[in-house]
């Protein structure tokens, strides 16, 4: 587990630290830094420019040298830090690696497609980026399900294991959906099917939301039965192209195995994500210490100068309710209301 992360010149960020629990919501308007503390993650996790984003040296802030990334984490064998630095001049500082799976879903994941590919690269433990993997990964692990069993805080139906209870959490979603996946080695293809439908006829929602579920049951499975020592899902807006209540549903869920000890990261715009993880602390499905939330608030860039983005700690307590509500935080539905009445 990250418990804390320090990111000192680092694209919008001049020296900011996060103090890290199980289920980290990140929030806050376009372009203001959510993204950027899952890349840094990344960064500490592969030591090498992450595809699509260019060289090191465009990472640093501007008008700055260098850039430095800090992390501690926490293991069976005590707390240890990784260090990760860059500098104009090429030269790297480096100083121990992240630890456990770490898992990032991207929002940029794929939406319904007739086919997927299968990996042959043994080394491959999640559902890959995309969600590319999705097939891949539960024909691999449906080998070890028998010795696999669903926390029980995560247990949508009794007496099943992984496969139905991720039949049941995307009914949660869409109420009476079917789901079958299968594998073709031959051809290196998987392909899901709703309902006996091709994903094309049934929309993006459980597409979309497919990868997100399957890897929380299926790591958190691997955690309870002690196949791994830790796992940290790095998501982005996992609500995407879901109904409101399938939002909240989704939130209710990260709160869940968070409390099944899966660490989670999530940049989100959904106030009905974060209303589910709220209520999921009232009802004390995870204690609220275990939840931070942190608000980005914009930079200014005129041409030349930059003013680094700025980030608010927001305190949920043990009924769901934080300490404050600063401007542009879920407050459009209140704004707009105003402006109707």
């Not at 480096?94 to 991207?106: A, D, P, V």
């Not at 691999?140 to 669903?150: D, L, M």
């Not at 409390?259 to 989670?264: A, E, L, T, W, Y």
Request: with cysteine; aromatic share 8%.
């Amino acid at each position: 587990m990250i418990s804390r992360l320090s990111l000192n010149n680092f694209k919008a960020f001049e020296d900011e630290i996060f103090i890290l629990g199980l289920l980290n919501i990140l929030s806050g308007l376009n372009s203001s830094g959510k993204s950027s503390v899952i890349q840094a993650i990344r960064l500490l996790k592969e030591k090498k420019p992450l595809q699509d984003l260019g060289p090191l040296v465009q990472y640093i802030r501007s008008d700055m040298k260098s850039f430095s990334l800090e992390c501690e984490q926490v293991g069976t064998m005590g707390t240890e830090t990784v260090l990760f630095s860059y500098g104009r001049d090429g030269s790297i500082k480096e100083k121990n690696t992240l630890n456990g799976i770490i898992s990032y879903i991207s929002a940029d994941r794929l939406g319904p497609k007739n086919s997927l590919p299968l990996s042959v690269d043994d080394a491959i433990i999640t559902v890959g980026s995309r969600g590319e993997y999705i097939i891949d990964f539960l024909s691999r692990f449906e080998k070890e399900w028998t010795g696999h069993q669903v926390p029980r805080a995560l247990i949508a139906r009794d007496g099943f294991g992984i496969r139905e209870n991720i039949r049941e959490w995307l009914r949660f979603i869409s109420p009476g959906i079917d789901f079958e996946y299968s594998s073709d080695n031959n051809t290196d293809t998987g392909r899901t099917m709703f309902n006996k439908h091709r994903p094309v006829h049934v929309g993006f929602g459980l597409s979309y939301t497919l990868p997100v579920i399957a890897s929380i049951l299926v790591h958190a499975s691997q955690l309870a039965a002690k196949k791994i020592e830790s796992v940290l899902l790095l998501l982005e807006n996992p609500e995407a192209h879901l109904h409101p209540s399938g939002q909240t549903k989704i939130g209710e869920m990260l709160a869940l195995a968070a409390s099944c000890g899966v660490q989670i990261i999530v940049e989100t715009h959904s106030d009905h994500l974060m209303n589910g993880i709220r209520i999921a602390i009232k009802d004390k499905k995870i204690h609220h210490t275990d939840v931070k939330s942190f608000f980005f608030k914009t930079g200014y860039w005129d041409g030349k100068n930059e003013d680094p983005v700025t980030v608010e700690n927001l305190d949920i307590d043990e009924h769901g309710m934080i300490d404050f509500w600063p401007e542009g935080f879920f407050d459009e539905t209140e704004k707009n209301l105003q402006r109707l009445i």
